[in-house]
């Protein structure tokens, strides 16, 4: 079964720092590996996704993400945080047999310090 | 105006109440989704439907009842609320086949 493991639940950096966000997906290749943002009081929104197209992913707000099948893994980095980067990220995974169910991750809830 | 709207945006009620979350979309999806998020848990699939005729349970269904009456709206039932219910509750709309899922801005839900 498809499962998805977000490590660090709370990730703190100085403005201008990488931002580093780790996700790791179950050894089975998922057909599809998304990366969301909730900020406060909102719904979700992607902010990338990964199709199988290239293992390097760009996505909205100067985030990117890079599938590694041999570490099962899909991290969410970004060059320098901004303050309006603070808000929880969510990776998901979707079913191989029915891409329309996601699984998601626990969450990584980023904060950002001036 | 959002794509995905919820009504209402927060709710309180007691323990044996039904109660009925909407949800609508103007993007003219044929799938839509309810989760809920509880705290440490991220998201869960609660139902989820390919059309008005195509109605499916997700992870975590009991306790709950949908119907999608229409291609734009879906709608979320507790027949009968309990408190280990009380969570934030989203619905989506999407393509299907992994495209994405646009989300509602949420229900915060509170069940007494």
């Known amino acids: 079964a498809q499962s998805v493991t977000q490590l660090g639940s709370h990730v703190s950096v100085s403005e201008g720092a990488l931002v580093l966000l780790r996700c790791n997906y179950s050894s089975s290749v998922p057909p599809y590996l998304f990366w969301y943002v909730q900020y406060p009081n909102q719904g979700l929104q992607l902010l990338l996704k990964?199709?199988?197209?290239?293992?390097l992913v760009k996505g909205i707000n100067g985030f990117e993400a890079e599938f590694k099948k041999s570490e099962t893994s899909f991290h969410l980095t970004k060059p320098s945080a901004h303050m309006s980067d603070a808000a929880e990220y969510f990776c998901?995974?979707?079913?191989?047999?029915?891409?329309?169910?996601?699984?998601f991750g626990t969450g990584t809830r980023l904060q950002v310090f001036p | 105006d959002a794509d995905v709207t919820q009504t209402p945006r927060n709710r309180i009620t007691k323990t044996g109440k039904r109660i009925m979350l909407e949800c609508s979309q103007t993007?003219?999806?044929?799938?839509m989704y309810w989760y809920r998020q509880d705290p440490g848990l991220g998201l869960r699939l609660i139902y989820y439907s390919f059309d008005v005729k195509d109605i499916n349970k997700g992870e975590i269904s009991d306790g709950y009842s949908v119907s999608r009456q229409a291609q734009a709206k879906f709608s979320l039932s507790l027949e009968s609320a309990i408190p280990n219910q009380t969570a934030l509750y989203f619905c989506?709309?999407?393509?299907?086949?992994?495209?994405?899922?646009?989300f509602g801005p949420g229900t915060r839900l509170l069940v007494l």
């Open positions: 990964y199709t199988s197209a290239a293992t």
């Open positions: 998901a995974v979707s079913k191989s047999y029915n891409t329309d169910k996601l699984i």
């Open positions: 989506a709309s999407g393509l299907g086949g992994g495209e994405t899922q646009y």
């Open positions: 993007k003219g999806h044929d799938r």
